[in-house]
């Protein structure tokens, strides 16, 4: 245990004189614009961003990039997409930065215990700012760390406790810990397997079946069938709304029904809609791009039917791709837009 607590308290010295220097760097670079209001300093980041011109404006992420490799530093202005991984952008950004092409790399953000803190690889831009590690207009640090004695910053997943007794018990028991990745994934786990028990799922249901009555009515009773389901693939295909620029390619596209049910208003009758939108993009984007403004004001859910006759609420913060692999969604599912008050 002795040795254990001398090198978690080197660690410490190392990572406190670390975040001095970082602190101390990011401060010298800002001194020209020390007169400048936060408000302005997010103007003049996002007026200075480089990147692709044919990205949707909002699905951009901001950044003020500083890169750091032992002595040297350097910065540039970037804003990438929202589904970006923390890997790509790191990769992205060591040739505008001057960084190793082969060294090990970090993003950096600043913890709200004032200390700079790494994201992990394979966590999402949109996930980073949902969960407040990053904002929508944000100052990085890239740093290589590819030197013998150099070793990576504490994630912002890991435990916050400065008790050092707390990290030995934590030491002792690391067999049982996860990693970054595995504590992420787990959490968004946890949150898709909630099924809905608060919600009027009669009424929904209800709802359903006089969508599916109305629609058999219209086309004569027929028994469902595999060729039918095919048919009503294809259908939904040719019919679905999206953005056809924004998503080109037929294979990225992720088709479903959309049903917008308003709990509050027993009078507003349901609508349905054929849509499509990227498989990369997130499940909350459906209520930016398809619920209509007039419903901002109400609270909402995104909801798929479970075989025990319920529903289940899928994380707004997943991707549609994400989602399908974790068996929440199929494509041509139908999605329940749930707006109560």
């Not at 600043?110 to 980073?128: D, G, H, I, N």
């Not at 799922?201 to 079946?209: D, S």
């Not at 349901?270 to 007039?294: C, E, H, N, W, Y």
Request: proline residues 4%.
């Amino acid at each position: 245990l002795d040795e254990r607590r001398r090198k978690l308290l080197e660690r410490k010295q190392k990572e406190s004189q670390r975040n001095r220097k970082l602190e101390e760097r990011i401060q010298y670079l800002n001194q020209s614009n020390s007169k400048t209001s936060k408000q302005v300093r997010r103007m003049l980041i996002k007026n200075r961003c480089t990147g692709a011109r044919l990205l949707d404006v909002k699905d951009r992420v901001y950044l003020h990039c500083v890169g750091i490799s032992g002595d040297a530093t350097k910065e540039d202005y970037c804003f990438f997409s929202r589904q970006d991984t923390v890997s790509k952008v790191v990769t992205s950004l060591k040739k505008p930065l001057s960084l190793p092409p082969k060294g090990d790399a970090e993003l950096l953000v600043k913890s709200q215990e004032a200390e700079f803190r790494r994201l992990p690889p394979t966590m999402r831009l949109y996930e980073a700012v949902s969960r407040d590690f990053l904002q929508e207009v944000d100052s990085i640090v890239i740093r290589n760390y590819s030197g013998e004695n150099e070793e990576p910053t504490s994630s912002v997943l890991d435990d916050n406790s400065n008790d050092i007794n707390d990290e030995l018990v934590g030491v002792e028991r690391s067999e049982s810990i996860a990693t970054d990745d595995e504590k992420n994934e787990s959490a968004m786990d946890k949150k898709s397997e909630e099924v809905s028990e608060d919600l009027p799922t009669a009424r929904i249901q209800n709802m359903l079946q006089r969508l599916d009555d109305a629609e058999a009515c219209k086309k004569g009773k027929k028994k469902k069938s595999a060729t039918s389901a095919k048919v009503r693939s294809m259908l939904m295909k040719s019919k679905a709304f999206g953005d056809k620029k924004r998503v080109s390619n037929m294979t990225d596209r992720f088709f479903f029904e959309m049903v917008l049910f308003h709990a509050c208003d027993d009078n507003k009758e349901p609508s349905t809609k054929p849509i499509f939108m990227a498989k990369t993009d997130q499940v909350g984007r459906i209520l930016r791009d398809f619920v209509p403004s007039i419903c901002s004001e109400l609270s909402s859910m995104v909801l798929t039917p479970v075989e025990s006759n319920g529903f289940r609420k899928i994380p707004l913060e997943l991707t549609w791709q994400e989602a399908e692999k974790k068996g929440l969604v199929k494509q041509f599912d139908r999605i329940v837009v749930h707006l109560y008050k």
